[in-house]
């Protein structure tokens, strides 16, 4: 994939212009800072982005620019955006003109922009936002790091030391990219073909991460499961293994699995290895063959549904989540409720839903998006309903039940909260723990989406 490295014009501060030759109105920060510059990371979407977020703070501070600082304090502003669904495009557009007032605020600021719109746009978007500054690609930052450190060499003093982790838990990208080409998305054209990092780098990461207080990490890419190691071919029940090996680290995950590649052997490693955790979430999209033909899942209901069986037969007290789209092109009443059908079948524990919406240059946007957009709501509050039903059952169940839960934080009223390994919210009386602790407890009450547990043991 090309760089996309675009700058707009009026970017000064960001041009490989010598100072001199710039003209009058093209003042640079630099010299009016006389420090290192400091930068605001924001982002939006889904977790790859939290992850590159998180590594964007560690490539800023490796060149010694101050990440991760207030708005109000910062000197550039870094979004990194999501292009999966067209609502999450124009929150972007919004936060951009939100913006503009913060800029006009004090002479140098500037707003930079990477991301799946980044790639998906490239310097159209500086054409259409005025105030928008720079466009890079976050899976090539360099040229971005680059300018940065050419435009403020003299006031970066090598490497700034960023503080403890204020998160227990982390995201670690393992797998870039998409081979799947499902045809609603666009992923696979914003984020290129899979590439996986090696075991040693990843294991590197997780180690500085705990140093750094994580206690859990998720292992991340958008199809984790085809992971391969570049040297080995080691794949990712081989790289669970390495990552348990971390000492301090108390807890492992992985998102998100394609069902194509949940082969047995990463069932086993998560019932095998400590820190791996009972939770596995598995994108079904749909529940009705022709849907799933249209939407180019390469499997059927029946082989996604012998998948779940096998990982709950393998791994004891395994919560299964998912992904479901509603209203996609031509779904008939019939193909939805199939779909509905699919849920109260496998009754996951959790299902995230999206209405379809239509990616310009995806081959799904060469069909007609002839379900109303009234209809897919519709549709999609309904699975609502049913999963709030389905979720409150599953958790009924629960009611006695030991649980680990990490706890994450303390609330105003004293009351500790985390997640249990099924990745269930969960709340623990006043004085339980301290975040990073790890509280066994018994479920006294639950709600469809929450649980309460009452200690049993002394935190870990
Ligand atoms: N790789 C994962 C998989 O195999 O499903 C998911 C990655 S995708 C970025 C996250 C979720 O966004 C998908 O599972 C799908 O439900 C949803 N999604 C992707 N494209 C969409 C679209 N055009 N309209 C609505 N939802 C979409
Ligand atoms: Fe998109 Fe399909 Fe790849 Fe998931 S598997 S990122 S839905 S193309």
Known sequence: MPSIDTLSPSAAHFTAIPLAERGAMRQPIVPMLGRAPRVHLWHIGCQMNDADRIRLAEQLAEIGCVPEVALEDADVAVLITCAVRQNAEQKVYGKVGALAAWKRERAGRAIALTGCMGVEHGDALLARLPHLDYVFDVREPEGFLDKLQSLHGANLDGPVTLPPSDRLTAYVPVIGGCNEMCTYCIVPFVRGREVSRSIAEIVDNVRRLVDRGVREVTLLGQNVNSYRDPASNAGLPELMAAVDSVPGLARQRFLTSHPRNAVPELFEAMRDLPTACEQLHLPVQAGNDDLLRRMRRAYTV????????????????????????????????????????????LRFDVVHLQAYSVRPGTAAARRPDDVPISVKKARLNRLLGLQREVAQEINQRLIGESVEVLVDGVAGDGRCYGRTRQNKVAWLPAGSGSPGDLVTGRVSAVSAWQLTAVPSSVPA
């Open 302 to 345: 029946a082989e996604y549904s012998s998948v779940v069986a096998e990982a709950v037969a393998t791994v004891p007290r395994l919560a299964v989540s998912t992904d479901i789209i509603t209203g996609f092109c031509g779904e008939t009443e019939e193909e939805f409720f199939s779909t509905e059908h699919l849920m109260r079948d």
